[in-house]
T-cell receptor, first 117, second 113 residues
Framework: AQTVTQSQPEMSVQEAETVTLSCTYDTSESDYYLFWYKQPPSRQMILVIRQEAYKQQNATENRFSVNFQKAAKSFSLKISDSQLGDAAMYFCAYRTPNTGANSKLTFGKGITLSVRP | KAGVTQTPRYLIKTRGQQVTLSCSPISGHRSVSWYQQTPGQGLQFLFEYFSETQRNKGNFPGRFSGRQFSNSRSEMNVSTLELGDSALYLC????????????FGSGTRLTVV
């Protein structure tokens, strides 16, 4: 079974600084998708960024970028120029590309990010 | 376009009762998934429905069930509630073929007393 591990329960960053959130996963599959979701106090899970395992290029979305190391099964999220609105819980998630029996997201435990003004 | 709508937002029930939660997906989305979120266990997959058929099921007891209607709206039901069922229940919708296009609702906070 696939597992996702986020070992840091909490992190803090100064506004305008850069922070990196760590995630490792375990799978025997060669093709899969990885995601970072943000959950603010409003509770809605918001997709931050996604990465296809077959792509060597790291995904980037504005201030958010990932460092995807397939061999090491590592998928970290870098937030540049941190803003107060970035404060939230961040979840790393994994999914196989198959529909049917494996069509689900497997989440890590999450990390609470606080942003200091 | 409207997002994923979950009702109610909050719910308080007594042990032994049953509860039904509702999820209206984004228009055109045929897949609806349900997740349970608790501080101890994190986010756990309950089940997924696609075109009114359960396509995948997580490791939850039979007290947890769901269904999907022809308009893609989904309901999940929990019978014989236990204190441990207190959680945030999140619904996510997708086209079902776009394998990573999930959109989540804001959840239903269920408290069992």
């Amino acid at each position: 079974a696939q597992t996702v591990t986020q070992s840091q329960p909490e992190m803090s960053v100064q506004e305008a600084e850069t922070v990196t959130l760590s995630c490792t996963y375990d799978t025997s599959e060669s093709d899969y998708y990885l995601f970072w979701y943000k959950q603010p106090p409003s509770r809605q899970m918001i997709l931050v960024i996604r990465q296809e395992a077959y792509k060597q290029q790291n995904a980037t979305e504005n201030r958010f970028s990932v460092n995807f190391q397939k061999a090491a099964k590592s998928f970290s999220l870098k937030i540049s120029d941190s803003q107060l609105g970035d404060a939230a819980m961040y979840f790393c998630a994994y999914r196989t590309p198959n529909t049917g029996a494996n069509s689900k997201l497997t989440f890590g435990k999450g990390i609470t990010l606080s942003v200091r003004p | 376009k409207a997002g994923v709508t979950q009702t109610p937002r909050y719910l308080i029930k007594t042990r032994g009762q049953q509860v039904t939660l509702s999820c209206s997906p984004i228009s055109g989305h045929r897949s609806v998934s349900w997740y349970q979120q608790t501080p101890g266990q994190g986010l756990q997959f309950l089940f997924e429905y696609f075109s009114e058929t359960q396509r995948n099921k997580g490791n939850f007891p039979g007290r947890f069930s769901g269904r999907q209607f022809s308009n893609s709206r989904s309901e999940m039901n929990v019978s014989t509630l236990e204190l441990g069922d207190s959680a945030l229940y999140l619904c996510a919708s997708s086209l079902g073929v776009d394998l990573y296009g999930y959109t989540f609702g804001s959840g239903t906070r269920l408290t069992v007393v």
